[in-house]
């Protein structure tokens, strides 16, 4: 926001140290009351684990709020946690980023490529609409009974995706590779893969046994596998069973199916 010139406040936090450097790193100010913050800003942002938005509320809520709004960053909580806004004449909203944050002085520089959802009070829903769309970010809005679903997605495409990398690894590890030896080498098949994925879509991008229809290969993985990696590897091999078959209607794919199917139920 700072970047794009937009007037941000400042930062409060409960450790002094974060809010400096966060003030620090966007030439903005630091609180050291959440009073005085909320006095002196038009909107309110809660990036605080879900486990607290509710705690945070109930302070922020002891403050004069009218005409504010009152944002958190969750995917999977609505802006309902926000009890009894609508009579203190502020408007909530849930704001979230599809994006992983995972260093808070670096992220910033890709974010700006990130979908924004946005849910919350129909009121305001065009002003913030326009005001991440002029920030250069993809916006959509959706339903408060939708978060949880939605956060669903964001999970299997993000940190889901990191179990499957970690037991590629410890496969590796098990054929004689220490971790960082194991690490690497997946790496250029991992990120290769993902940016295949992403740019074209699961179906063009899909490659390996099952879109070969190699039944004997997948039949020696399940031989070789057992415990949570052979139940992944069937479930998985599944859905992907179901995107050969959209992309490859001339193959037959019951036999493998069935192989599958055969497998979970006997797991």
């Known amino acids: ?18 809010a400096i450097q966060a003030s620090d790193f966007t030439c903005t100010k630091y609180y050291e009351t959440l009073e005085e913050l909320t006095v002196s800003s038009d909107a309110l942002f809660l990036t605080v684990p879900d486990g607290a938005i509710e705690e945070v509320w109930n302070s922020v809520k002891g403050y004069s709020l009218k005409g504010k709004f009152i944002c958190h960053c969750s995917g999977a909580m609505s802006s309902a946690v926000f009890s009894g806004i609508g009579q203190m004449g502020a408007f909530g909203y849930s ?3 599809l994006f992983a944050v995972h260093d808070r002085l670096q992220s910033y520089k890709e974010i700006s490529q990130a979908y924004f959802t946005i849910e919350g009070s129909d009121e305001y829903i065009p002003f913030w609409k326009e005001f991440f769309g002029a920030l ?31 037991t590629g690894v410890s496969l590796l590890m098990e054929c004689g590779f220490d971790r960082k030896s194991a690490e690497e080498a997946l790496k250029a098949l991992f990120l290769n893969h993902c940016r295949s994925v992403a740019e074209v879509g699961p179906k063009d991008a899909l490659t390996g046994p099952v879109e070969r229809l190699d ?15 052979r139940e992944i590897y069937v479930r998985l091999s599944q859905v992907l069973t179901e995107i050969a078959g959209h992309k490859h209607p001339e193959r037959d794919y019951t036999e493998l199916s069935h192989l599958l199917e055969k497998e979970w139920k006997e797991r």
Do not use: D, W
């Open 1 to 18: 926001m700072t970047e794009r010139g937009v007037c941000v406040s400042g930062y409060y936090s409960r450790r002094m140290e974060s």
């Open 95 to 97: 704001i979230h980023p």
């Open 136 to 166: 250069g970010n993809p916006v959509r809005v959706i339903q408060a009974e939708q978060k949880i679903l939605y956060h669903s997605a964001a999970v299997f495409a993000s940190n889901l995706v990191t179990g499957l990398f970690e």
């Open 215 to 229: 039944v004997g290969t997948i039949q020696k993985h399940l031989e070789a596998l057992s415990g949570n990696k």
